[in-house]
């Protein structure tokens, strides 16, 4: 079991109906919903919340922290963003979805501007699987089709992954790198494209298989001890 936090900006489906139509109990809501049918310990905190529901008890008991954000990036408070920095440079996993490559935590984690092209009514996705030997990819057929979704292109200034395990093509002809690996200090990070508030892209039984999979593979590792600084 893995002690996840899902963490929402939360204001869609407060303000727009479409978005509170697919989403009634947010984004966050759903996406817990699936984990905790999957076996997992799960918590959510949203933006609104006093130190955005990211305090450093709720940290210090977050094995990963799973994060989702749109419109409010700049209202992350930096105080917060450092907690959440450090903690995964100690070891707790990160799962930045959809349009949270825009926040702050993930850009500061690429130290790139993490822009990208984007068409709100993209068509079809087709997700492909291009590491079919990653944790990540366990259960998954070669591909994830996706009927309405919102399109992402190249280029796409992130970091050259340390694994890519999914890459996305859409009606359009774009393609996009859609499932991103990093390790940063001890901790594991996971770029996952899909994801919008007015489709309903989490409560697809794949999409839900490949959260499960990257909360999995995001959980903090025992591993050797590291010592750092001058040795006798």
């Known amino acids: 079991m893995v002690a996840v936090t899902i963490w929402n900006e939360f204001r869609h489906e407060r303000e727009d109906e479409d978005a ?18 999957r076996g997992h310990e799960v918590r959510t905190a949203t933006l609104d919340e006093p130190e955005h529901g990211l305090t450093e008890d709720v940290l210090a ?4 922290l799973c994060w989702w954000g749109h419109t409010a990036h700049d209202e992350v408070s930096d105080d917060i963003v ?15 979805l959809h349009s949270g490559h825009y926040a702050k935590i993930f850009k500061r984690l690429m130290g790139t501007t993490c822009s990208l092209q984007w068409r709100e009514d993209g068509g079809t996705e087709r997700l492909w699987v291009v590491d079919p030997g990653h944790p ?24 050259e992954p340390d694994r890519l395990v999914f890459t996305s093509w859409f009606e359009g002809g774009e393609v996009f790198r859609s499932g991103c690996c990093y390790r940063r200090g001890s901790g594991r990070i996971f770029y996952f494209r899909p994801g919008h508030e007015t489709y309903p892209i989490y409560e697809h039984d ?13 959980s903090p590792v025992e591993g050797a001890p590291r010592s750092f600084g001058e040795r006798e």
């Open 206 to 218: 794949a999409i839900q298989q490949v959260l499960d999979n990257a909360v999995e593979w995001a």
């Open 82 to 96: 450092d907690r959440v920095h450090e903690r995964v440079l100690g070891g707790m996993g990160l799962v930045v």
């Open 61 to 64: 008991e977050t094995d990963v």
């Open 20 to 37: 509170a139509a697919v989403y009634p109990d947010g984004i966050h809501g759903t996406i817990a919903e699936a984990l905790v049918d």
């Open 136 to 159: 990540i990819a366990d259960g998954l057929d070669e591909s994830i089709e996706l009927p309405e979704t919102e399109m992402y292109g190249e280029p796409f200034d992130v970091p």
